[in-house]
């Protein structure tokens, strides 16, 4: 089965602390996500990253940085945690391929996170 | 910036009445997919749609994409409770190059009343 592992289900976190999320996918792909899910909102796109090393702003990236040194793992950083970042995380890989890619996402489980 | 608009935001049905999510993009779409969130899981893929006016069906569930390439539709026939979730859909438009952007609608949350 392929899959998408998201490190922490469950944190919690004060405000000013800084924050990883790490997330390891096993299916050789080359597309990584991060999302933050809030009711009402739906899924918004925080970064992405399309190869090691390489990453890309998405709708919603301040207070967030990522970094991509390993193929399989991708990691949000929240440099200050502030309590408006309180949210589901939810990250995602596709397999990359020739434009229009066409792949489906596969999401990990989600990280809760609550800043105090 | 590119917009999905999903309606409804909520929906609460009997068990056994039909239900319909629709999503309405500002920009042609190169795909839409949908997925399914069941509650306090992850969203999963259902189905991805690519040709203008593609119906898809899988089982209960029908898959529409609008000739103009910039709606879809989701209607599940009959609905059971094991139907409750979100359903999202997502659309994808080709930016050049390898760059792709996918836009998720807000999701339409879906009750059913046994």
């Known amino acids: 089965d392929v899959k998408v592992t998201q490190s922490s289900r469950y944190l919690v976190k004060r405000t000013g602390e800084k924050v990883f999320l790490e997330c390891v996918q096993d299916?050789?792909?080359?597309?990584m996500f991060w999302y933050r899910q809030d009711p009402g909102l739906g899924l918004r796109l925080i970064y992405f990253s399309y190869d090691v090393k390489m990453k890309e702003k998405g709708d919603i990236p301040e207070g967030y940085s990522v970094s991509r040194e390993k193929k399989e793992r991708f990691s949000l950083i929240l440099e200050s945690a502030s309590t408006n970042q309180t949210s589901m995380y939810l990250c995602?890989?596709?397999?990359?391929?020739?434009?229009?890619?066409?792949?489906?996402?596969?999401f990990g489980e989600g990280s809760r996170l609550t800043v105090l | 910036g590119q917009q999905v608009m999903q309606i409804p935001q909520y929906q609460h049905v009997q068990e056994g009445e039909d239900f319909t999510t629709y999503c309405n993009s500002s920009t042609t779409l190169s795909n839409i997919q949908w997925y399914k969130q069941r509650p306090g899981g992850h969203p999963v893929f259902l189905i991805q749609l690519v040709k203008s006016g593609e119906v898809k069906k899988q089982k209960r569930l029908t898959f529409q994409f609008g000739e103009a390439k910039k709606n879809s539709s989701l209607h599940i026939t009959a609905t059971q409770t094991t139907d409750v979730g979100t359903y999202f859909c997502a659309g994808r438009r080709f930016e050049g190059g390898s760059n792709y952007k996918l836009t998720f609608g807000k999701g339409t949350l879906l009750t059913v009343n046994p």
């Open positions: 299916m050789d792909h080359e597309n």
């Open positions: 995602a890989s596709i397999r990359g391929g020739g434009p229009p890619n066409t792949g489906e996402l596969f």
